[in-house]
């Protein structure tokens, strides 16, 4: 059977490497990006709405029997301040997530964050925990969620602090095992393979993949 898919998040660092996995994905016969402005991509199967976010509901999107993908995410710092990163890292994917609902979509793929936890002391995690958590009150046929670590790869703006955590990394990373395995950086592109891989697993109900799983999930003989 031909699958369809649907992108929120397109044009991010996890987001560009999903949608190319997707192009090249024979299951997949019609991928739809939801963005801001045209990405200037091209592709026989590929489809792009230009929408207003803070109208998501109203886009016209058809979500019927897709497999939906979440990869929406900011810093407060590029936000501006704490009310604009929750718009984009909370009310836009809830708002996915409740069309996907209402018009039957097959299953919803989120990338929320290391930590997430609705009680988080941290503004940042604390918020990634609050949308897990009012997703999996939307009973979703299909609810996965994938919790990162440090992202890497080669994103359009530098960030700093990234830039240093990253190169860090390299040192500490073989340090970073047992229960610390998931606090190890990863890449972009080894995330939207575990996304794709775990939308064609057939998996049903709410499924958490932790940064060290998701690793896992990237690698083809490691994969469920």
């Known amino acids: 059977m031909s699958r369809k898919a649907v992108i929120a998040g397109a044009t991010g660092l996890i987001g560009k490497e999903l949608v190319q996995l997707l192009l090249s994905e024979p299951e997949y016969t019609s991928v739809t990006l939801i963005v801001r402005r045209p990405t200037g991509i091209t592709h026989p199967k ?7 976010f803070d109208n998501l509901e109203q886009a016209d999107v058809n979500l019927t029997e897709a497999d939906a993908y979440c990869t929406l995410g900011t810093t407060i710092k590029k936000a501006g301040n704490n009310e604009a990163f929750r718009k984009v890292d909370y009310t836009y994917p809830l708002t996915l997530g409740q069309m996907a609902k209402k018009q039957g979509a097959k299953q919803l793929l989120i990338v929320t964050s290391i930590g997430s936890n609705s009680s988080s002391r941290s503004f940042y ?4 925990g609050e949308i897990e958590e009012s997703l999996r009150g939307l009973n979703l046929p299909t609810l996965q969620i994938f919790r990162p670590s440090l992202l890497l790869g080669n994103r ?12 860090i990394s390299v040192v500490i990373s073989p340090l970073l095992s ?8 990863i890449q972009a592109r080894s995330v939207a393979k575990a996304m794709l891989r775990a939308a064609l697993s057939g998996r049903s109900g709410i499924h958490i993949f932790e940064s060290d799983q998701i690793a896992q999930l990237s690698e083809p003989s490691k994969s469920s």
């Open 156 to 167: 359009e703006e530098f960030r700093f602090g990234e830039g240093i955590a990253s190169s």
């Open 46 to 52: 590929l489809h792009e709405k230009v929408i207003d």
């Open 178 to 185: 047992g229960s610390l395995r998931k606090y190890k950086p």
């Open 125 to 128: 995690t604390r918020v990634k």
